[in-house]
């Protein structure tokens, strides 16, 4: 069972937010959003975060997150 934040984390992953953008839109470092996503890798029994992403979305119905979408992340 994945964590909430574990699921946060691969919902942005999913709606192509970096490690860092992540860390600012939840409030966390980007160590911290790496591990929740290594995390959940690990229990989605799969080899990255992008596929993590992928799993959770079909699992939740989510099409495309579009809740997630980045309106408010500025460019690096």
Do not use: W
């Not at 966390?28 to 591990?35: A, F, H, L, M, S």
């Not at 959940?40 to 119905?61: F, Y």
């Amino acid at each position: 069972m994945l964590t909430e934040r574990e699921r946060q984390c691969l919902r942005l992953v999913h709606s192509h937010f970096n490690s860092k953008q992540i860390a600012r839109e939840l409030g966390i470092k980007p160590g911290t959003v790496d591990r929740h996503c290594e995390n959940a890798a690990k229990k989605l029994q799969v080899e990255s975060r992008v596929a993590a992403a992928l799993v959770l979305v079909a699992r939740e119905g989510i099409p495309n997150a579009s809740q997630y979408e980045r309106v408010a992340i500025a460019p690096e």
